[in-house]
Every structure is written in C-alpha cells, then in structure tokens.
C-alpha cells in the first residue's frame, strides 16, 4: 500500500485532536512526526490509506456503473440538410 502525504495528514490531524481532548502531548508529537513522513508505520498512517483507497475504488466502480447505464444512441444522418 502506497502511503501519501494526505493520508499522513488526515492521520495527524486526528492524532492532534486526540492530544488536545486528551492534554496528551506525546501524542502530538506522534502527529508531528507522521506530518513529516517519519512515522508511515502508524496503525494510523495505514487505517487512512486503506480508507482512501477503497473510497477511490468505490468511487471508480459507481462511475463506472453510472457509464454503463447510459443509453447511447447514434446522431441521425442529415447530409447538412435541415
């Protein structure tokens, strides 16, 4: 799984949050070092990848069924007559 720096930075944001809830300051120094793509190994990192992905993929199959349900019909010959 390819970890992209949204997805650091949705894990880190909800790190964050954590932290401040929580007054928990180690825990937003996790979030720090995950922002910067010190930290890719984080349940965190790969629970937020692997939503983005099947979102992506959910998303490509119900445009792809969108496509599929459109009914195409061929424009009539005019011969530039009217």
Request: proline letters at 2%.
């Amino acid at each position: 799984m390819k970890i992209e720096q949204l997805d650091r930075d949705v894990a880190a944001d909800i790190l964050d949050e954590i932290s401040d809830l929580t007054q928990h300051n180690g825990i937003g120094q996790v979030a720090d070092l995950i922002r910067d793509g010190e930290y890719d190994e984080h349940d965190t990192v790969a629970r937020v990848a692997r939503h983005r992905i099947q979102a992506r993929e959910q998303a490509m199959n119900d445009a792809m069924t969108a496509l599929k349900s459109v009914q195409y019909s061929p424009a009539p010959y005019t011969d530039g007559v009217r």
